[in-house]
């Protein structure tokens, strides 16, 4: 898999801010990597990254109090599991059914940090 510059400059922007934890989704489930793939239930996106087909998401379990990161690929954001466009949609990330235009180098992030 080939990673292009500016999602690891984020990546290790997220490692920086906290974000040390691995996540997966499988359906509907977010698993916590580190243990054992631990279903963590609750979960809020608080900042994101679209870069090419990759979405790089920094992620809080809430019922862990543990920070992650989710990466998943897709071409644009219909590609996205349901569950990733509810979550984003809570962070206001769309508008209508398709997410809001911003620049590719930028993040959105609500006011937890």
Known sequence: ??????AVDTIVDL???GFTNDFQLFGNDLLWVQESLVRVGEFAIVRYQKIDDLIVCGIIA???NIKGILLRHCKDFSDASPVLIKKLKELNAFEGNYARKSKPSSSQETGMA
């Open 1 to 6: 898999m080939k990673v292009s510059p500016k």
């Open 62 to 64: 809430l019922h862990h």
């Open 15 to 17: 490692h920086n801010r």
